[in-house]
């Protein structure tokens, strides 16, 4: 099993920057697709980007594109989101997620990850 844990979120106003982090523990990322997703109030959890565990991508759900950024470190077993040129409509809790066995076609299917940190909160103001 892998255990992960989210950092970085809070609060920034819009245009603003924030750098998410994804410590895992138990196995080493690498082995892993990583992946994150976020849920608005009211909403539900939806794609942001994903690392597919043999090196592909990343993949971005388009209204990221060109925003956010996102990065594995192995040698430090973390992953990062990096975003940028943040919006109001970015707001909401960032969840980590990873899976050793999905396959790249369910790389953006919730159902497809069997670990999740508890999220962290991100909140842009306007």
């Known amino acids: 099993q892998v255990q992960l844990e989210e950092s970085g979120g809070g609060l920034v106003q819009a245009g603003g920057s924030l750098r998410l982090s994804c410590a895992a523990s138990?196995?080493?990322?690498?082995?892993?697709?990583m992946a994150w997703f976020r849920q608005a109030p009211g909403k539900e959890r939806e794609f942001v980007a994903a690392?597919?565990?043999?090196?592909?991508?990343?993949y971005y759900t388009d209204s990221v594109k060109g925003r956010f950024t996102f990065s594995r470190d192995n040698a430090k077993n973390m992953v990062h989101l990096q975003m940028n040129s943040l919006k109001p409509e970015d707001t909401g809790v960032y969840y980590c997620?990873?899976?050793?066995?999905?396959?790249?076609?369910?790389?953006?299917?919730?159902?497809?990850?069997?670990?999740w940190g508890q999220g962290t909160q991100v909140t842009v103001s306007s």
């Open positions: 997620a990873a899976d050793s066995t999905l396959i790249l076609s369910s790389i953006t299917d919730i159902r497809a990850y069997d670990y």
């Open positions: 690392i597919f565990r043999r090196n592909g991508g990343p």
């Open positions: 138990g196995r080493t990322v690498s082995g892993y697709t």
